[in-house]
């Protein structure tokens, strides 16, 4: 015998067929997984994945929203990297190989050792300017002295410039001093308007070191779109929204391994690391407790993430967990 349906009960079926496609989709979200990972470490406050300039997941997990500034912490040293790069688009800099006593002499402090004055541009922002570290247990004293630029580049030598990487935050601050000299604009002006303007990014005033110049290297405060924004102009060779805001010269040298991190094994380029997964390339910039920016441009991908400014993530720890985030579960799906 047929089983008749009541009218109430054939509606109800409807919409349940209806219903049951984007149910089904809903369940096999492929970014579930990162989004569970992502909620799985505590430190973790933000990440957001672009991929062909479409934003594919956008989570504020925990602390500020996702057009909020925040400190990037070492971050900045790829920000002022790509100073550099402006700089020397501008002819500000003639390039890289220029020197320390060239580009602003006044900078050099009586008594540096002797080799200081011919440190180049490319030594300071591939972090192998041989001069004593000032970062890890040396940067409190560093920052407390009276001239930071001068402490910086009045250490000893420890190895020779050019040779193997030191990493030291020092570097990129007379990275920024120098341009400030050359151009005779603060790295504040600089930062805003040769990349915030031109991305929409906005880039709040930070440090500032006793003589003024704005701390380069650290400290900078950016949204977590922001940060993809500014990911997204190296995933496009330099040209975003029809601009051209860095030679796609510059966005491929600084992308080319120069030096290679003990800490970590990456490769290091102009102000990024670089790593490899499924034989494509990936670059990250990275700031303490776990701020990256990671661009893949072989699968389309920018990706940005922020993290507890105050918790350590070191490479055996909490950045080794993003890193693998990245490589294991975020890179994979444009493959």
Partial sequence: MPIRLSRRHALTLTAASCAAP?????????????????AGLDQLRSILVMQDGEERLAVALRGPGLDTPVNVKSVSKTIVAAVLGAAIDREVVPSVT????????????????????????????????????TSGPNYGAWVASANWVADALGRPFVAEPGGRMLYSTGSFHVLGAALARASGRSLLQMVRDWIGTPLDIQVPPWTQDPQGFYLGGNQMALSPRGMAQFGELYRRDGEIGGTRVLS???????????????????GYGYGWFLGQVG?????????????IICVCPARGMTVAITSDPDRPARSAGYFGDLQAMIENDILPRAA
Avoid: C, H, K, N
């Fill in 22 to 38: 984007a149910l089904l989709r809903a369940q096999t979200d492929p970014w579930d997984r990162v989004r569970a990972r992502a």
């Fill in 248 to 266: 796609a010269e510059w966005v491929s040298r600084s992308f080319r391994q120069v030096t290679r991190s003990r800490w970590s094994g990456l």
């Fill in 98 to 133: 220029a020197r320390l006593d060239a580009v602003a002499p006044d900078l050099i402090p009586a008594g540096a050792a002797e080799g200081v004055g011919a440190i180049t541009l490319e030594d300071l922002v591939t972090m192998r300017a041989g001069l004593e570290r």
């Fill in 279 to 291: 034989g494509d390339d990936y670059a990250l910039a990275r700031g303490y407790g776990g701020q």
